[in-house]
């Protein structure tokens, strides 16, 4: 290998080892710069994160929970409004089949089932018109199930909540 190749190859290690952390470090400040003006323009948290306020349905919108058997649901909910069961003790293995439909079909809406405060499952709607939930207990607790209007609109909602 002449010495001039073998120069140059010595030339073009050395550069590459001493430009590597050079480049790094300048990238790295980019990206800092870029995130700081980022937090100027959207202050935490980001608006498109920060959740939608829920207002539950006045008092005469709740929906009777029987402990076994069928109990049907029918409401008109406002955009972004939840109506919600009165608490039902149930004990551990009973099953919860929800069957809600959207009869205008133009928003979307979730079925929740909540026990002692805390959401077990939920379920969206599909194409903006039906949501089908089955859920099997377990725990033994006060159980509450609540649907969600998570539209713009407002929506007309059917269906049947079956305890066994």
């Given at each position: 290998?002449?010495?001039s190749i073998f120069?140059?190859?010595?030339?073009?290690?050395?550069?590459?080892?001493?430009?590597?952390?050079?480049?790094?470090?300048?990238?790295?400040?980019?990206?800092?710069?870029?995130?700081?003006?980022?937090?100027?323009?959207?202050?935490?948290?980001?608006?498109?994160?920060?959740?939608?306020?829920e207002?539950?349905a006045?008092?005469?919108?709740?929906?009777?929970?029987?402990?076994?058997?069928?109990?049907?649901?029918?409401?008109?909910l406002?955009?972004n409004?939840?109506?919600?069961?009165?608490?039902?003790?149930?004990?551990?293995?009973?099953?919860?089949?929800?069957?809600?439909?959207?009869?205008?079909?133009?928003?979307?809406?979730?079925?929740?089932?909540?026990?002692?405060g805390?959401?077990?499952v939920s379920k969206?709607?599909?194409?903006?018109?039906?949501?089908?939930?089955?859920?099997t207990?377990?725990?033994?607790?006060?159980y509450?199930?609540?649907i969600?209007?998570?539209?713009?609109n407002?929506?007309?909602?059917?269906?049947?909540?079956?305890?066994?």
């Amino acid at each position: 290998m002449p010495l001039s190749i073998f120069i140059f190859n010595i030339f073009l290690i050395l550069s590459l080892t001493l430009l590597t952390p050079i480049t790094t470090y300048a990238a790295s400040e980019q990206l800092s710069n870029i995130y700081n003006n980022i937090l100027t323009e959207h202050p935490e948290p980001f608006p498109s994160f920060i959740p939608k306020e829920e207002h539950i349905a006045p008092e005469s919108s709740t929906f009777s929970l029987e402990e076994k058997g069928i109990s049907p649901i029918s409401d008109t909910l406002s955009p972004n409004y939840v109506i919600q069961s009165n608490s039902s003790f149930l004990k551990t293995g009973r099953t919860i089949d929800i069957s809600v439909m959207n009869k205008y079909a133009n928003g979307n809406f979730q079925i929740e089932i909540v026990l002692n405060g805390h959401t077990m499952v939920s379920k969206k709607s599909t194409d903006k018109t039906t949501a089908f939930l089955n859920y099997t207990t377990k725990q033994s607790g006060d159980y509450v199930i609540k649907i969600r209007n998570l539209s713009n609109n407002t929506i007309k909602i059917n269906g049947t909540i079956e305890i066994n």
